[in-house]
Nanobody, 125 residues
Framework: QVKLVESGGGSVQPGGSLRLSCAAS????????MGWFRQKPGQERREAVA?????????YYDFSVEGRFFISQENAENTQYLDMSGLKPEDSGMYYC?????????????????WGRGTQVTVSS
């Protein structure tokens, strides 16, 4: 059974930093695709923020976070991280870790069958 557990969210002021973690069990993060989606307040859609495909290629970053967010992982701990810096109020939302088997890292949320419960990020002064 695949289980994803996020942690590291919180409230920060604009310009601050956070590190999100996603601990996986029943799924090897060194294979296939795993990444982060964000659901903003009042929105139903979950948008891809950062995705990493083990099959090669550069990670995907949404244009709004490129240069500020960095996705990494520690295979030995089966944990993926999202380092967020230069946080802006528009970065606020619920951040979900998601994973899938198969080729590629789709930017749509539907192809991902495995999700964590999310961790809240609030950026405000």
């Amino acid at each position: 059974q695949v289980k994803l557990v996020e942690s590291g969210g919180g409230s920060v002021q604009p310009g601050g930093s956070l590190r999100l973690s996603c601990a996986a069990s029943g799924y090897s993060i060194s294979t296939h695709c795993m990444g982060w989606f964000r659901q903003k307040p009042g929105q139903e859609r979950r948008e891809a923020v950062a995705l990493r495909y083990s099959g090669g290629g550069d990670p995907y970053y949404d244009f709004s976070v490129e240069g500020r967010f960095f996705i990494s992982q520690e295979n030995a701990e089966n944990t993926q991280y999202l380092d967020m810096s230069g946080l802006k109020p528009e970065d606020s939302g619920m951040y979900y870790c998601a994973a899938r088997y198969g080729a590629g890292c789709p930017q749509q949320s539907d192809p991902y069958p495995y999700w964590g419960r999310g961790t809240q990020v609030t950026v405000s002064s």
